[in-house]
């Protein structure tokens, strides 16, 4: 049984910052991919950042691209999305996932197993 757990959201000003981090059961963490997923309020969840299963590879939404850092450490079963320069629009409940592929990917079906999501909330 696959668990994710997503903690470290919260309100912040604009411009502010705030670290996530999702925390995985299971011996194989270091074997897949993992993402972070975000939905506002009346729209589809949307791709925000992914890492590859050794952390060489990342990728990112344009919408937070230069401002947000995904990162993962395998020895603590624990992949995290540090979120600068925050604004209003990245307000969302955000979303921890996991593949069953070491590759990442920018698809929502493509994520196996989710978190039960974190809110964040950023103020003008």
């Known amino acids: 049984q696959v668990q994710l757990v997503e903690s470290g959201g919260g309100l912040v000003q604009a411009g502010g910052s705030l670290r996530l981090s999702c925390a995985a059961s299971g011996r194989t963490f270091s074997m897949y991919a993992m993402g972070w997923f975000r939905q506002a309020p009346g729209k589809e969840r949307e791709f925000v950042a992914a890492?590859?299963?050794?952390?060489?590879?990342?990728n990112y939404s344009d919408s937070v691209k230069g401002r947000f850092t995904i990162s993962r450490d395998n020895a603590k079963n624990t992949v995290n999305l540090q979120m600068n320069s925050l604004k209003p629009e990245d307000t969302a409940v955000y979303y921890c996932a996991r593949r069953s592929n070491v590759l990442l990917s920018m698809n929502v079906g493509d994520y196996n197993y989710w978190g039960q999501g974190t809110q964040v909330t950023v103020s003008s």
């Open positions: 890492i590859s299963w050794r952390g060489g590879t990342t």
